[in-house]
């Protein structure tokens, strides 16, 4: 089940990656920059491809930095300024209040497909993990449908939730750390200002994930209908738990970090000259994604356990 959703995860990357690789391979052609590339990617030459290439959305939205391990950096980054929840949101918003029809990028098209089939997925893990008996493959996709509805829902109620949270407290502080900085005569004030500020972003928005989660498991335990009354009591629960429920998601997270160090240390032994030596970094990479998909999987099984054991000990 851990393959199939990696499998999944693949396919939604060859979405983006195909049509990259073709563009690519028309651009080299058969000049000798080819093998130049393959002894070591120029900044240079790569900012001269998006000039070349300024007419292809593509182009436009593939950052340096997607090679290697710097990804994980970037992330992190995206992650904190919101960018990918803000394009989503006021793609949103202008269509339901402003009744406008934005055209999506690749951005926003390919995250809504990536929560469209990890919801799917979430339901199928989350109900394979709620029952006391092994799952047969096709009962785990059965799960899956059942209970996609619901969690796209919840999925929705998450987006908003993280919506405002960036436009009304996180930006807020952003946009304000210059203003009460101002007169700092060191430049370590602002910096500290900011850290503090990041380390409430991952905060808040790792206690919103959990209760999302708790949310979706309260659905498929209890077979709720409503969304709404499972977000409330997944809530309550994670709250009221806090130190458990809070102190499994942090160790879960942990590992994740742990995961992210051993790669970036292995990928930069891999000296990455030869087709020999890019595919072996390429195995190397897929074996990580699996690793990754594997942990978020833990995280759906050790919530539910914790769930209903807490649950049934306070029953």
Avoid at 7 to 32: E, K, M, R, S, W
Wanted: aromatic share 16%; glycine share 6%; hydrophobic share 55%.
């Amino acid at each position: 089940m851990v393959l199939f959703a990696w499998a999944v995860n693949v396919a939604v990357a060859l979405v983006l990656a195909l049509p990259l690789f073709h563009q690519l391979d028309a651009y080299i052609g058969d000049t000798v920059r080819g093998e130049e590339l393959v002894r070591g990617l120029s900044e240079n030459w790569y900012k001269t491809w998006q000039l070349d290439m300024v007419g292809s959305e593509l182009a436009r939205n593939v950052d340096y930095s997607l090679f290697g391990y710097a990804p994980f950096l970037n992330h992190t980054e995206t992650v904190l300024a919101g960018t990918v929840v803000k394009a989503v949101g006021d793609f949103f918003y202008d269509l339901l209040f402003r009744l406008r029809i934005g055209t999506p990028g690749p951005l926003v098209g390919l995250t809504f497909l990536y929560v469209l089939l990890s919801t799917f997925l979430a339901g199928a893990f989350i109900g394979t993990y709620a029952k006391d008996y092994r799952v047969s493959f096709t009962e785990f996709l059965m799960e899956g449908a059942k209970h996609f509805g619901r969690f796209f829902r919840l999925s929705l109620f998450a987006l908003v939730l993280y919506y405002l949270l960036f436009l009304w407290l996180f930006d807020w502080a952003t946009d304000s750390i210059p203003v009460w900085t101002a007169n700092e005569p060191s430049e370590m004030t602002p910096f500290v200002y900011y850290m503090v500020k990041n380390v409430l972003v991952f905060f808040l928005l790792s206690v919103v994930t959990m209760c999302v989660d708790y949310a979706k498991i309260r659905v498929v335990v209890e077979d709720r209908i409503s969304v709404l009354v499972a977000l409330a009591a997944g809530t309550r629960f994670a709250l009221k738990n806090f130190r458990k429920t809070f102190g499994l998601y942090l160790l879960l997270s942990l590992i994740g970090v742990v995961f992210i160090v051993v790669y970036a240390i292995l990928e930069r032994q891999i000296p990455q000259h030869t087709f020999r030596m890019i595919f072996l970094a390429l195995v190397l990479g897929q074996v990580y994604l699996i690793a990754r998909i594997g942990l978020k999987v833990s995280f759906y099984a050790c919530q539910t356990a914790l769930y209903r054991q807490v649950s049934g000990g306070q029953s």
